[in-house]
């Protein structure tokens, strides 16, 4: 095969490549998921910069400065969406040929597949200055599944990515008002990406194709909380962008005719992009023994994920077009008896795809999530936690452009125009801490 084939076969999948971390409706705006504490899923994410203890340190590395005791963190989420990705009018323009509609099934339901997310963290007090902890989460992991005659197929088919977020903290109270803190983020990350791929004749079955890639990277943590008073705790956080370096593989099968020739295999792909930053703020305010109130903004820099840059033989930037998204959310938490507390919060949360630029695999869209949670302390050291979320998303379209063949007499363009309709979520945590 000639480097001018392998580069045109690459390009086929460009689709594939583009959707390298497509999360479509998770829980947080685009692929973020945010279930990395189950008291923080009881109250909507409202207060969890501000908060104590091990389960905030994904939130704030300060959390654990000036604790005063060693502290153990574990919860598990179950993310359950639904659903539909409609086609409205959308068409294929092969070669020499007049625009003609998809083929296959018009309506995919419930295409992104039930999740379960674990999350864990510990903080241990050296003294009473200096904490050290660990957390472990899988902030970007997610898989979807469209039928193989989904007219969304050459966009999607089957996904799967899986990040491991390991951060371990230390933080320092240099005084009982003020608590600052840092972390490094190392991050696995392995994804597997399939899409069909139309052939010269729509007589023709679709070819397919499979992208495979894993690697590590790095990113860090830092953050302050201030607690001017009992009734006040404040806390501001910065997470970086991670620049992640995927290596791994391109397969390509199916194809017939002229397109033959670009069959195969193609090893040692890389692509590379960046997750987006986020600046947190967050506060608690302790209105009296039993009420705290919780408010939270999260800024987040998705315009760090403009493009995809996929290395040799490909050698092609993929725009990506995502804009910086708000988040903001409010929450209290109320001691019902000293051992058991209720919680609730509401949160709306923005999306950083962009009409015109909104594909099947991510098929985002801004959205409103309540919640409620309680927490039950069976012992002086032990608590038990336990949320659920009800996650409303808007309608949006979906209308990215995509081609195939790009810059051979074979390109052939598929102008998408459908929908997201009738999303939702409902996510169900439990979890525990302890104290010793």
Known sequence: ??????????????????????????????????????????????????????????????????????TLYGGFSAILPKGKVRNNSSVIIRP???????????VSKDPLNKGFLPSGAIGYKLNDKWSIGVSVAAPYSFATNYENTSWARYTADKTKLTTIDIQPTIAYAPSPIIGIGVGLNVEYSKASLSNFLPNLSPA????????????????????????????????????????????????????????????????GITATFRTPWQAIASARVHVSEALTLNGQVVRAGWNKFDAIDLGAPVNA?????????????????????????????????????????????????????????????????????????????????????????????????????????????IILAVGGRMTF
Request: aromatic share 8%.
């Open 1 to 70: 095969m000639s480097h001018s084939t392998i580069r045109r076969a690459a390009l086929a999948g460009a689709s594939t490549a583009a959707a390298l971390l497509a999360a479509g409706t998770a829980n947080a705006s685009a692929f973020y998921l945010q279930e990395q504490s189950v008291v923080a899923a009881g109250r909507a994410f409202s207060g969890e910069a501000a908060d104590q203890g091990a389960q905030n340190l994904w939130w704030n590395p300060a959390a654990i400065a000036g604790n005063e005791t060693n």
């Open 96 to 106: 020499g040929q007049a625009p003609a509609g998809i083929t296959g099934n018009q």
């Open 204 to 267: 023709l079955p679709d070819g397919h194709q499979t992208l495979r890639g894993d690697g590590w990277d790095f990113g860090w943590s830092a953050g302050v909380q201030l607690h001017p008073s009992p009734l006040i705790d404040l806390g501001f956080s910065y997470k970086s962008s991670v620049k992640h370096k995927l290596k791994g593989s391109i397969t390509t099968a199916g194809l017939l005719g002229p397109l033959a020739g670009q069959n195969g295999r193609i090893e």
């Open 317 to 425: 930037a993929l725009d990506q077009n995502y804009k910086n998204s708000w988040s903001v959310a409010g929450g209290v938490d109320y001691a019902v008896t000293p051992q058991w507390t209720m919680r609730g919060g509401v949160q709306w949360d923005q999306t950083p795809t962009r009409n015109g630029s909104r594909d099947a695999r991510v098929p985002d869209a801004s959205r409103i999530n309540f919640a409620v949670g309680t927490s039950y302390a069976i012992t002086e050291s032990i608590t038990l936690d336990a949320a659920a979320n009800y996650v409303d998303f808007k309608n949006s379209s979906i209308d990215r452009l995509g081609g195939f063949y790009v810059g051979t007499p074979a390109q052939t363009i598929v102008r998408p125009n459908g929908s997201l309709t009738g999303a939702s979520a």
